[in-house]
Every structure is written in C-alpha cells, then in structure tokens.
C-alpha cells in the first residue's frame, strides 16, 4: 500500500528534513554553480518533491546571509511554496503589485505580479538567488530583467519537463540540467506509482504528428473498461469538447464536472473536493491541470485531445504518478496514441537542453524495447513478448504480408513432397486466417474485413484454402468478427 507523501517525509524538531536523494539532487545542482555556471536547472519527475528541495536550497541560502526570491506561473503554485516554506521555518513576503519597498530576505511573487510591475514600470526586487517554480515556462521579460539588472544572481530552476511547451530549448538563459533518480526510482521509493497505459481502440495506431491529430475510440465506453469507479481526470481540446465529454459521461450514469481557466478558484476547489471523496469521478478540463495542481488521489487520466507536445504529455501522465493510500498503480488511457511517441519503458526519460526533438532522439528506444499494443486488452507496454496485463503473447513483427521471405528452395517448405508440403502449407493459412480473425475482433471489423486480410496476404479467398474453420455463408460476412466464433 502507498502512503502519503507527508507520511513518507522525515521531521527533526517538526520541520522536513530532505530525504538522502533529494539532498543528493541539490548538492549536484550546487556543483554547477561551482564550476562557474550561475543559472541551472533542476529537472526531477511530477511529485518527486522539488518544492522540498527549493525550501532546502533557501535555508542554506539565508544562512550564508543572501536573499531570495521565488516566484512561479500561478498564484497556486505561491501559495504551496509559502506554506513549505513556513514548514521549514521560513517566513516569506508575498510580493504585491504596486510595492515599492523590499525589506524581507526571502520573498514569493507569481509571475503575472512580476509582469504587471514592470508594465507599470516597477523595479523587481534584488535577489542572490532567484528560485523559479515551473521554469519552462518563465516569463522572458522576468528573466531579462534580472539579466540586465542583477546579472550577478545565481538562478534555479525546477521542472519536470526541461523544454518550452513549443519544444524549443531552454537555453539560453538557462546554463546546466541536473536531473533527480529516473521515474523508476522513484516508484521504488514508493514516492510515484508505476503506470499502465492502455490504447482503448487496441490496434496500436501511431498517431499523425500536430495537435489537429483527432482522438480515436469511446472514452466513456473505454473508460468503464479500463478504470471504472477511479478517479479521473480528462484532457480535451476545447472548451465545447470537454462540456460535450462531460455530457456523454452523465448520460451514462457516471458523475463528472467541466472546470477551465474562466472557472472561479472556489468553485474549482470545490470540484476538487468532490473528485478526492468520490462524488464526482470524472473531472473534465483544457489544459489547467496540467500544473499548478497536486491531486494525488486521482488514478486515471484519460487524453481526449491531439497530444503534439512532450511537455502536455510527460505533465499530463505525471498527475496521476503521485502516491497516495491505498493507490498501487496509475492508469493511463491514451486516445491519442502519444504513448508510441514519448513513453519510455518505466518512464526513464533522460533528459538535456536541448529541445523536445533532440531530447525525443536522444530516448528513441531500440527496436526490441518499442512500445506495443495487446491485442487482446489494450495494455502498452515493452519488452518480452507475452503481454504482462493478461498473458497474451504478441505474434511476431508485422511484414508487409506474412507470407514474405518463403520463396522456392528456401527453408523446410521444400524439403516436403506432396501430403506433406500440403500439410504444412495449409498450417500456414490457418494460422494466417486466425491472426487476421484476431486482427478484426480488435478493430471491432466484420468477418469479411478478415476475410479481404486474408486475401490480400494468401493471394486466394479463405474459402479456397481447405481452412478447419466453419467460415461465414455468403450473407454472414458482415457479421461482426466478435460475434463469429471461429470452430
């Protein structure tokens, strides 16, 4: 059983003492400024404690007696840093617009604030070090001004996804990547759960690169499938799809809600609270989950949307990763097929800064190790051949026809004579006719859909070939391939 996080955190004299590999990711971050870097960036997995780590970095930054500041892209995100801080017996100024006087050593600002200051023409206040919470995606002017200003300032930066949401480079300005352990280390330490991803239309596609790539499958249907009862959250495109997706969910019977940027805090906080007791199940949104949220109690998300981007995918699983009582696992249902592109085996992203192509070549796996999808439950995942959600085990790669590379005079086929070369040429079409049977019931085809496989591959209809089955009549091959039972 997974416990809280805070249950998992050690406490001397009531304040959080980092865990060993938290302390070991900021003292390799501190090395970088050491050997003469001034901005680095800190990249660890959703979850993996980064505000824990930035509360240690100020303490030891107050005692050498230097001033910070923290600032971060939603006011959320603030008020977490605040409270952490308070925790580790740190008392922050929050900074408001307008403000003229910098008197504290530590202050927490949002990045809109910061923006609205030197919109009015505001100076920001000095820092040794400034602290930037979901750093890719910083405000420029922000950072240009303390380029120009204060370039002495030491800079960190925390992020699960080291790339600008576009997927262009962080660097400049940011100068070193320190990574924390990989996701599988952390699900070790009982700080994440694994994940298991599911293709709901189960054939595996690729999707088509961009986000105007549509979604494919049922999402109510799939979700009752995959994860039915768990708290969920969806990812949609639009405001209209999400409304829509949450109608389709109510009329079905299952309690969901819509919330998006135009939603006022309480009432998101309240959706929230009705997600964590189990009276809303699904909670429907575009795009203000992907950050600024800490919902450990949700275990499954659902991507109803084109899922173009590394960040929106790596941010979009991440919020289902974190531990909680009574979670074993995360589930991810991915109607876009980005888990083809992206997903590694355990999630063991290694990341630089560079931008997201070079990262996503840097990570390609091998051949062996390439995402797959069971034919018989939907699950993804890599590695052996036997499916590890329901013991299925995979055919071999699909060649263009599986009847390629058998050619006269090559392999056993030639070596037999009459009974026995039919014998064995005949065990070649039954196995071929039952993999495009199997191929049709994962498409939700009909029998004449396996039957044109068939075909095309044999080069002869099924009904030639002296197959064991009991085929359809002329008018059952539209039946659907499901509904045949192949005797």
């Not at 994440?192 to 690729?206: E, Q, T, W, Y």
């Not at 026809?401 to 079409?429: A, M, Y």
Request: hydrophobic share 40%; glycine share 8%.
């Amino acid at each position: 059983m997974q416990m809280l996080f805070d249950e998992l955190m050690a406490l001397e004299d009531g304040k959080p003492v980092p865990m060993p590999l938290q302390m070991d990711f900021l003292e390799r971050g501190r090395a970088c400024c050491r050997d003469g870097g001034r901005r680095g960036l800190f990249q660890a997995p959703c979850g993996a404690g980064k505000t824990v780590v930035a509360s240690e970095q100020t303490r030891r930054a107050l005692a050498l007696g230097k001033t910070v500041l923290h600032f971060a892209p939603l006011r959320k995100l603030v008020d977490q840093m605040i409270g952490m801080l308070r925790r580790f017996g740190i008392q922050a100024s929050p900074i408001m617009a307008g403000r003229q006087t910098w008197s504290s050593n530590v202050y927490c600002a949002s990045r809109d604030t910061l923006l609205a200051m030197l919109k009015d023409g505001a100076a920001l206040p000095p820092a040794d070090l400034l602290i930037q919470d979901e750093a890719h995606v910083a405000a420029w002017e922000v950072q240009n001004y303390y380029l120009q200003r204060h370039p002495d300032s030491y800079w960190s930066g925390y992020t699960a996804t080291p790339v600008h949401p576009d997927g262009s480079s962080l660097a400049p300005p940011w100068q070193a990547l320190v990574s924390m352990a990989p996701t599988s280390t952390m699900v070790e330490l009982g700080r994440l759960v694994p994940v298991k991803l599911f293709d709901p239309d189960a054939v595996g596609r690729r999707r088509r690169k961009g986000d105007k790539t549509k979604p494919v499958g049922d999402p109510v249907a799939h979700w009752k499938k995959y994860a039915p009862d768990m708290p969920s959250v969806v990812f949609a495109a639009t405001i209209a799809d999400s409304k829509a997706i949450v109608e389709r969910y109510c009329a079905a019977g299952v309690t969901a809600e819509h919330i998006d940027a135009f939603t006022p805090e309480d009432d998101r906080e309240a959706v929230f609270e009705r997600s964590r007791t189990g009276v809303t199940k699904i909670v429907s949104n575009v795009g203000v989950l992907i950050m600024g949220v800490d919902l450990p109690w949700i275990v499954c998300v659902q991507i109803l949307r084109g899922c173009g981007s590394l960040v929106l995918f790596y941010q979009a699983i991440g919020r289902a990763m974190r531990a909680y009582e009574g979670k074993t696992h995360a589930i991810i249902l991915d109607h876009s097929g980005a888990t083809h592109e992206y997903w590694r085996p355990n999630g063991d992203f290694v990341w630089s800064l560079s931008d997201a192509d070079a990262n996503k070549r840097v990570n390609k796996p091998p051949k062996d190790r390439k995402p797959v999808t069971c034919l018989g439950c939907g699950l993804i995942f890599t590695g052996g051949p036997a499916c590890p959600e329901c013991g299925r085990v995979l055919p071999m790669k699909r060649r263009k026809s599986l009847l390629d590379g058998i050619k006269p005079g090559d392999g056993v086929l030639t070596e037999f004579t009459g009974e026995q070369n039919g014998h064995v040429q005949r065990d070649v079409w039954r196995r071929l006719f039952e993999r495009c049977y199997r191929i049709a019931c994962a498409r939700g085809a009909t029998m004449g859909m396996a039957s044109a496989m068939f075909s095309r591959d044999a080069k002869m209809p099924p009904w030639q070939a002296d197959l064991p089955f009991k085929l359809p009549n002329y008018g059952e091959w539209k039946t659907p391939a499901r509904d045949w039972r192949l005797t």
